[in-house]
């Protein structure tokens, strides 16, 4: 396939980095198709899209948000009719499945018209003055620049979660992709631009984060920062933006379990358990990494599941039938081999995979074979620390509340799914697992745009995307207007 050269989005202009310097977009599945030659950005490059941004607030923060939202309409409209060429794209340099990939544009869709509403709400509060004749109200103003930087497991839908609620607002961009899979930023950000973006609101630097990331967390005219990625990389940018005050939204790791009860439909819980922890090849942030089995269905699930994964398909995301496409990079491989080997000297048991793929069609690519683990127990490293690979953690439980307190005992709190019948369990379990997200019968994965994403814990600082993104991209300014034609003093003229 041809090799195609992208530069930076800078101002409106499409710019090689100042120092000439490019990485390469190379396809997990094969690695000698080459997807695309981006930039490798530097604080030089970073600079300038930051000016160029912050040019562009000047008028886009104008223009009125119907406005600013009939854009998204038009950007929604334009990526489904080419969600099928951005699909393939995204599997091309990502290597998901298609079904995937295609759900990744979709939920771009989604998120295009969900916040394209916003335009004509982003609703402010009115609230009576304690004075006579005053009137008080407060209204969302947009930040300035916002600083994104954006993970390679959803390339095309996180990106979307942050540029939309941030344009509708009235914000202007530098988004930084991730550099396994700068070609679906690009996509994205060229749909917002043939919709009618002008020039400069939103702007793309490619790059590593030392180099470009870095830059732009730490510049002075980015006004707020959004980052999704590891915990490791999320505390570093948030110790360098608390420097100077400013607001960071960080989205990261999980360690999501899934309960399955006794009285669950066990052939449902199955098909769950699949789909979420080998789903993306298990590259989720909320992707099941533990499921906790109830004592008295363990042993069957347990064959069932393990027969069912070494069964799964693995291979190129673009050939039909595959199901499970190859991890994003060389590094990812050994992150999954390294953590598949401390579990086996803490004392799991490999009941399936368990290595790297490299013989015959996987020669050229990063393949893990998908894998189960057997007895681990709750202090393990496995049963605690992030893979983000397909590597799920079989644990045994005997009372819902051990396996509450097993699922609450890690850092993390994204996602958590329970499988039973049993209605009070259910509502026992949804108060008290401590996660951003919780599933009744369904896996951990799978949330739609319009709820809030986000977790507790080492997962988040407490942002939301989804419902509740324009309380990170919006900032209050309250009014107060005073029509009665005489100075009242607030605290003073009302006492009694
Ligand atoms: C992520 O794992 O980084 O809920 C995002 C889901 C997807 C989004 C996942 N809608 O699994």
Known sequence: MAQTIYHNLIGGEWLPAKSGSTLKNINPADHSDVVGIFPSSDAEDVALAVAAAKKAFASWRLVP???????????????????????????????????????DVQEAIDEAYYVAGEGRRLFGVTVPSELANKFAMSVRMPVGVIGMIAPWNFPMAIPSWKLFPALVSGNTCVIKPAEDTPLSTYNLVQTLMDAGLPPGVVNIVSGYGPEAGAPLVEHPDVRAVSFTGSSAVGSHVAQRAAANFKPVSLEMGGKNAMIVMNDANLELALEGALW??????????????????????????????????????????????????????????????????????????????????????????TFFAPTVLGSVTPDMRIAREEVFGPVVSLIEFSTIEEA???????????????????????????????????????????????????????????????????????????????????LQRAQIDNAE
């Open 404 to 486: 509450i307190e097993i699922a609450n005992s890690i850092d993390y709190g994204l996602s958590t799914a329970l499988y039973t019948k049993d209605v009070n369990r259910a509502f026992t379990a949804i108060r008290d697992l401590e996660a951003g997200i919780t599933y009744i019968n369904a896996p951990t994965i799978g949330a739609e745009v319009h709820l809030p994403f986000g977790g507790v814990k080492q997962t988040g600082n407490g942002h939301r995307e989804g419902l509740g993104a324009l309380d990170f991209y919006t900032t209050w300014k309250s009014v107060y207007v005073d029509y009665s034609d005489k």
């Open 276 to 365: 979420g922890a080998f789903g993306t090849t298990g590259q989720r942030c909320t992707a099941t990494s533990r499921i906790l089995l109830h004592k008295d269905i363990a042993a069957e699930f347990t064959t069932k599941l393990v027969a069912r994964a070494a069964a799964l398909k693995v291979g190129n995301g673009l050939e039909a039938g595959v199901e499970v496409g190859p991890q994003v990079n060389e590094q990812q491989i050994e992150t999954s081999t390294r953590y598949v080997g401390i579990a086996a000297a803490e004392g799991a048991t490999i009941l399936t995979g368990g290595q790297a793929l490299t013989e015959g069609p996987y020669a050229n690519g």
């Open 65 to 103: 948000a119907p406005k600013r939202a009939e854009i998204l309409y038009r950007a929604g409209q334009l990526l489904s009719e080419r969600k099928e060429k951005y699909a393939q794209e995204m599997t091309r340099e990502m290597g998901k499945v298609l079904a995937e990939t295609r759900g």
